[in-house]
Structure formats: structure tokens, C-alpha cells
């Protein structure tokens, strides 16, 4: 006869025994099954014979021997602690009493699970809390785990993550057997020279040393604090000079001046007439700026300079050439260049002029303005080059049906733009389809069927034959 632990509950009051009774020709043993992180399985004892029928997920069987009982009581680990979650409203909430969490002794590490970034409605928590993630909820985000210290998937605050490429807030997976993070940090912004190669991430900055490209904010639960900063300012550059041949010399290089929105006033230094042969004031980003206050004490060794001009076209029809558009110590410095602006196939919105700064006051419907850069020769603004004109069909709503107009309309286009003609769709009403023949469609008014577009002269006539019957005796009245 085989020798079994033997029992009538989950272990409590087990003893090994040989099997007896009509249980001696028994060949196997069988015990409660211990399911990690719950334990072992209730009301299931430990006896002589296999496992009742369907009762695989509670119970496990071994070959018995007579020699030693095979289903001796699992050794267990310390039982470690987690926090289980429940959906309310649409979102994952901590419970406030934490999940007991039973583990074999093999099972060396702790860990703890809970809802990821993606965890949607119909995610289901996984063993309250204890253990690690499956792989495919884990690589899918909807599952996030961490290790190495009881608790540790308390409610975590958000944070943005990374390199910045990304911008959505993230929650904050504790390190190894670290506690839940509480804070967020981020790049700073330097003025003049922009943002550090300070990375976004949750905690604080690493350490003190590291205060003058980093900073911190105390995270919270449902948004990041460390926010993209919005309001900077466009760049502006400065000259850079070098000590040469007895005197400070401007190089060709100017380097990009970094800004918030909010300094308005974009100044360079450059070296005075009794500026040091060995001061480093006149290199790199130390040139943005303008003097400082202590400078100003011994004024002929720095003065305060204007940043490298932009260029812009400059004229009108007649006559259109790029030039440089000169700044003026204490004045507004010009960032901006302008022209009339070209509505494609119906021309030019006004007079064709171009020019430096912005565009004039009252000039929004007539005019466009775009940004210069002070590091090229090359303007924003550029001379608008046309194509031959064409000709469409127009058509109005008369009659309680669409006709072409007799008075065919001249479209207007850039050099580089093919002819287009449009014309009502079948599902044109009059409500719906306002245009004067010259270029395409919408995309969303192509599915809709209110317009239709073709791609050559007058084809917006020609292609009514095939399209709409409705038009078809208004056709053969103009042939």
C-alpha cells in the first residue's frame, strides 16, 4: 500500500499515513492545489487516490509510493501585500484595503500589477493586485508591474516620459524595490540657450548638481505637472567675434538665440574699442543678449549690437529684388516679411507689393506675413511665379436646377499648378454648392457627391453629358 498525507480539510490537521481501508489499492495521492498568490485551495483535502473528476483547478495528484507520502504540503514564502483596483466611472480605482498575497517558497520575487496607460473598461484586474503582468497585456500597456518591494502598485501620479517626442501623460512604474514616485521632473529652458539635454521622467531631478539644466514638480494622480513649456519665442542670432591680427573680428558664423515669448527684446553685445585680447564674452551663446549691468560700468569694453538682419523680397510688380533689411539699435527689431497674398485660381487679393516687417495695418484679407531668419540669405517672402490663365464654366442655381453660365470664368494659378474645373455633384443644392467653377473639390465634398472636379480647360461642361441627365438639353443648347 502507498503512504500518503492524509487529511480532511486544506492541511490544517494533515498526517501521513498508509493508505487503508477501501483506499489500499489506491495508486496515487492527491492535495489541494496551491494557486500562487491565493494559496491553496479551500475545502479540498490531502488523501489517498486521484482527484474527483473536474476538479483540476483546485486539486493535483502524484504518483504515491510506499516508501513516502508524494503529496506533502507545498513549502510557502513569506506572504507579501498588494492594492486590488475596481472600476468606477469610467476609471480604475485603488481599493483601500490591500490583497494578501500567498506565494510558494521558489517564488523569490515580489511584484505587484496593476492598470496601465491603456487599460480600457473591459480590463479585468489580475489576481488582485499580486504578481507580475501577462506579456501581452504588459507590451499592449494595458498592465503595468513592479517588483521588489510590497505595495508598490499604490494610485502612481503621471508624468511625460522620454525624450519630449512624446507629450501624453504616463503613469510612474516604481523602480526595483523603490517607493512610488512623487514627483516629475523636466528640462529646463536656459535662456539664450534653449532647452537642456535634460529628458522627461518621473522623481525628481537626479541630484543637486544637476538644478541648473533640471526641475522638479510634485506629481499628481490624473495629470502630468511636467508640461511642454509653449510660450517660446522665435530664434534670433547673433554675431560671434574672435581675437585676430590686434582686434576683435566678426566671424561668419551667428549662432541661434534661444527665448522665451515673454523677453520681447532681442539684442546682441559685441566687443568695444578696450575689450580684453582674453575675454571669452564675444563666443557662442554669450554674444545673445546685450551687455549686462556690470559691462555698463566700463562701457568702451562692450557694446550692445542689433541681431543679424533677415532678408526679404522688397518691390512691387515691376521690380522685385532680395535685400536686407537693416535694424536699428533700440528699435523694433524686424522678424517679419510680407507680400500680397495669391488666392489660388482667382489671383492676387490686391496690389502685388513685398516687403520688410510685418504686413501693414487693415491689410489681414490682402496680405501674408511670415517669419525671416537672420542665418541665411535667403528670403521668406518669395516672388510669386504664375501659369497661363484658363477658362472653367461657372454655374448658377436657376429654374430649381443648376445651369452653366454663357460668361465662362478666368481662373488664375501659381506655376507649378495644374489646370482644375469643378462643378456641382449629384447631390448639389444650392445650399450646398456655392463655387465659381475654377479648381477642384474637398475631399469631403467629393464623398458627398456635391462636387465634382476635372482636370483640364472647360472640361466642367464637357463632363455634364456623362454625369447629370438633368443638364443634358442645357449642354446641347450651347453646341
Do not use: W
Not at 415 to 420: E, I, Q, R, W
Amino acid at each position: 500500500a502507498v503512504v500518503s498525507t492524509q487529511s480532511t480539510g486544506n492541511g490544517a490537521e494533515a498526517a501521513v499515513a498508509v493508505c487503508a481501508g477501501d483506499k489500499a489499492t489506491a495508486t496515487k495521492c492527491s492535495q489541494p492545489r496551491f494557486v500562487e498568490y491565493s494559496g491553496v485551495s479551500e475545502g479540498v483535502p490531502y488523501a489517498c487516490g486521484p482527484c474527483p473528476a473536474n476538479s483540476g483547478h483546485t486539486c493535483e495528484e502524484c504518483p504515491g509510493s510506499a516508501g513516502s507520502a508524494c503529496n506533502e504540503p507545498k513549502p510557502t514564502g513569506t506572504d507579501f501585500k498588494c492594492y486590488d483596483y475596481e472600476l468606477k466611472n469610467g476609471t480604475f480605482v485603488m481599493k483601500e484595503t490591500p490583497t494578501t498575497c500567498m506565494r510558494l517558497k521558489t517564488t523569490n520575487t515580489i511584484k505587484c500589477n496593476m492598470p496601465g496607460d491603456f487599460a480600457d473598461e473591459k480590463y479585468v484586474m489580475k489576481k488582485k493586485g499580486c504578481g507580475g503582468c501577462p506579456y501581452q497585456d504588459k507590451a499592449a500597456r494595458r498592465c503595468a508591474e513592479c517588483e521588489g518591494r510590497e505595495q508598490c502598485n499604490k494610485t502612481p501620479i503621471k508624468c511625460i516620459q522620454g525624450d519630449g517626442s512624446d507629450l501624453s501623460a504616463k503613469i510612474c512604474v516604481p523602480g526595483k524595490s523603490e517607493s512610488p514616485p512623487v514627483k516629475c521632473h523636466q528640462p529646463k529652458f536656459i535662456e539664450y540657450t534653449g532647452f537642456t539635454d535634460q529628458k522627461y521622467g518621473c522623481g525628481p531631478c537626479a541630484d543637486s548638481s544637476s538644478s541648473s539644466k533640471c526641475q522638479s514638480c510634485t506629481g499628481n494622480t490624473d495629470t502630468a505637472c511636467n508640461k511642454k513649456i509653449e510660450n517660446i519665442g522665435r530664434d534670433f542670432y547673433c554675431s560671434t567675434y574672435e581675437y585676430k591680427e590686434d582686434k576683435f573680428v566678426m566671424k561668419q558664423e551667428k549662432v541661434a538665440c534661444k527665448r522665451l515669448a515673454t523677453t520681447l527684446e532681442m539684442k546682441c553685445r559685441k566687443p568695444g574699442a578696450k575689450t580684453n585680447k582674453a575675454s571669452e564674452k564675444f563666443k557662442d551663446h554669450q554674444v545673445c543678449g546685450g551687455c549686462t549691468e556690470d559691462d555698463k560700468k566700463a562701457p568702451e569694453t562692450c557694446q550692445d549690437s542689433v541681431p543679424a538682419p533677415i532678408r526679404c523680397v522688397v518691390g512691387d510688380a515691376k521690380s522685385a529684388l532680395n535685400k536686407t533689411c537693416d535694424n536699428t539699435l533700440g528699435q523694433t527689431v524686424i522678424e517679419k516679411c510680407h507680400q500680397t497674398k495669391f488666392v489660388q485660381y482667382f489671383g492676387l487679393a490686391g496690389e502685388l507689393k513685398y516687403g520688410c516687417g510685418p504686413c501693414p495695418s487693415d491689410s489681414k484679407t490682402t496680405c501674408q506675413e511670415c517669419y525671416g531668419s537672420g542665418n541665411t540669405n535667403k528670403s521668406c517672402n518669395k516672388v510669386i511665379e504664375t501659369n497661363t490663365d484658363y477658362t472653367c464654366y461657372d454655374y448658377e442655381y436657376k429654374d430649381d436646377k443648376f445651369k452653366a453660365k454663357k460668361t465662362m470664368m478666368t481662373c488664375k494659378r501659381l506655376k507649378d499648378t495644374a489646370p482644375k474645373c469643378n462643378m456641382p455633384g449629384k447631390n448639389a443644392t444650392q445650399a450646398n454648392y456655392n463655387k465659381k467653377g475654377c479648381g477642384g473639390c474637398t475631399e469631403e465634398e467629393m464623398k458627398a457627391s456635391t462636387c465634382t472636379e476635372c482636370g483640364n480647360v472647360e472640361c466642367n461642361k464637357a463632363y455634364v453629358v456623362t454625369f447629370t441627365a438633368v443638364v443634358l438639353p442645357l449642354i446641347l443648347a450651347f453646341l
